[in-house]
């Protein structure tokens, strides 16, 4: 049994052991609760140690943690990848009156209105996010025991009013993408341009053949690439961790890790980056660097923008998922392993929804059902 320190409570959550650094002293006549917590022991002491000495000579701030530092706190203890907490730091801007009031005065009322100020101008996803946020901020706060209860618990997530407009479909998915394809193939300006077109153009031809996530193409090695058994072996993913982006880590669930099968046509495209350099990873630019998403993103909506275009790569994946599942009538376990989706479910929530032209279809069964009179 680890060795008790004073002034440190151990708390076991979700699979997890925190540590945190809690004791009373007095501000100014009034009693105050002083609470920091950390993942591991060792910090925990160094910091208690530390605040103890500031609390004999100084004396420490009255007051409790605001919404925002309890924000930064949960993206601590979290180990949360810095991708991920730029993205958590952002959502909170939506309500930015919350962050300066100290955790303790917030109250249902206050993340109430906040939530309904978003229901005409952002969307259900977006609410939701910002729910999500303020959620494991008063988590984060009864961990650190600055609450007993989450004001949370009394906030309905409000309905978004906003109007959403669908653009009109002028092109097929696929002749935008045989023009953005084209593009990038007949490019003919500076060399290193050039090459990373080529690179940015198999890129996109992999997803679309295989259907895999852009960040799972982005990690593809040599050694993930079988000739002779034709297939490919999807082990990792291109991500961030707590500080730096753009670097290679684990899969996020068990069952995104896989085996695809390749097509003709896949093939051709790995023996063309096969020959294009010798690095081992595939996807890599003039530069050196393995191609980034800033590039992909920025690169791909300038060519949109010049040829009127509206795409993202994520379409490439949907795409494939249509083709598996309503062209190809694959069983749901099939469509489910080749995707990497968690669970079966997700596979036919997201992609297993009919089109234009299997209404014309179905309801022409129904006419033709119909008995003579």
Known sequence: MAKKEKYIK???????????????????????TYSKTFRTMKEA????????????????????????????????????????????????????????????????????????????????DAINSVASVLKSICNTAILEGHLTVSPMGRVTIPTSKKIVTSKPKIMSGDEIIEQILECLESYEGRASTAFNYKILKCFLEIMMYTGMRPSEVQALKRSNIHFDTLSIDVISRIGSDEIRS?????????????????????????????????????????????????????????????????????????????????DGKAD??????????????TTVNIYSHSNSNEKIRVIGLVESSRKPS
């Open 45 to 124: 002491i160094h910091h208690r140690d530390i605040k103890r000495a500031e609390l004999i000579t100084q004396g420490l701030p009255t007051g409790t943690r605001t919404v925002i530092e309890l924000l930064e706190d949960h993206i601590n203890i979290s180990r949360m990848a810095c991708t991920t907490a730029k993205r958590k730091r952002s959502t909170m801007n939506r309500v930015s009156e919350l962050k300066d009031i100290p955790i303790a005065k917030l109250t249902p009322l206050d993340i109430q209105r906040s939530l309904n100020s978003l229901v005409y101008d952002y969307s259900q």
């Open 10 to 32: 151990v708390k076991h959550y979700k699979n997890s052991t925190y540590y945190t650094v809690q004791f009373s002293y007095d501000s100014m006549g009034r009693k105050s």
């Open 332 to 345: 749901p376990r099939t469509a489910m392993e080749l995707l990497g989706h968690s669970s079966i479910q």
């Open 246 to 326: 753009g670097v290679e880590t684990r899969l996020k669930t068990e069952t995104s890790r896989r085996t695809i099968p390749m097509s003709s046509a896949c093939v051709e495209t790995f023996r063309e980056l096969f020959a294009l350099s010798d690095n081992e990873y595939l996807f890599t630019m003039w530069s050196g660097k393995i191609l980034y998403e800033k590039y992909v993103n920025n690169t791909l909506a300038g060519i949109c923008e010049e040829m009127g275009l509206d795409f993202h790569p994520y379409m490439l994946r949907h795409r494939a998922a249509t083709k598996i599942i309503v």
